[in-house]
């Protein structure tokens, strides 16, 4: 059974909205909260015209522009599939790996670096360490679903915490540092953009030169101590930061 039957999707043809994103952002929705999961296959384009009144070109219009998200694959011989949704990340202070779960993403990690390292100097001025100092360097790329959304780069205090493999591998950074008797307090965050390199892109499953968001993030304990900093990158085609933003009085 097609399961887009069961979502009323419908167009306003007096909208000044085309028709063909009217349909995409009712299927985008339905995707976001779960009514359409990941592995699930879409009907037939034109029985989905005929029930909506619209034409195939329209249909397919929309249904590419979610395959261009990132939230829909055309697999030959298979269909169109759903692949997941758009990761919405809040600006507060939390891990992906506890994003990824509360989004019902199933996240994985690969462990690609974890090793000890002189301090440069900017890690040295994050960290407020000597420029030199060992420190923990852990590389990390993160997966939801099987599929790479992001690299992960963290330089923590040596000494801090224990950070074998295996468990960087089955849970969050932030999640260890916790149960470690760490209390996270702050951070200090910048979020930018850039393109990929053809490294990045090999990793993440991108084209080199594909946009990517970044961050940067160094953050405290309730003593006001560096415990880490954090120089990301994630796809832009499957992750968004989200600000709430106040009028000041």
Known sequence: MDPTVSLQLGVDRSSPVPLYFQLSQQLEAAIERGALTPGTLLGNEIELAGRLGLSR???????????????????????????????????????????????????QTRV???????????????????????????????????????????HIPAGLLALDTAPLEATGLYRLMRAAGITLHSARQSVGARAATAEEGRQLGEAAGAPLLTMQRTTFDDTGRAVEFGSHIYRAARYSFEFQLLVRP
């Open 57 to 107: 070109p329209t249909v397919r219009q929309a249904i590419q522009s979610l395959v261009d998200k990132g939230l829909l694959v055309r697999r030959r011989g298979v269909g169109t599939q759903v692949v997941h949704s758009q990761v919405k990340r809040p600006l507060e202070l939390s891990s992906l790996y506890d994003d990824l779960e509360a989004a019902g993403q199933r996240p």
């Open 112 to 154: 690609l670096r974890n090793t000890v390292e002189p301090a440069s100097a900017e890690v040295a001025a994050r960290l407020g360490v000597a420029e030199g100092e060992e420190v923990h360097l852990v590389e990390r790329l993160r997966l939801a679903h099987g599929e790479p959304m992001a690299c992960l780069r963290n």
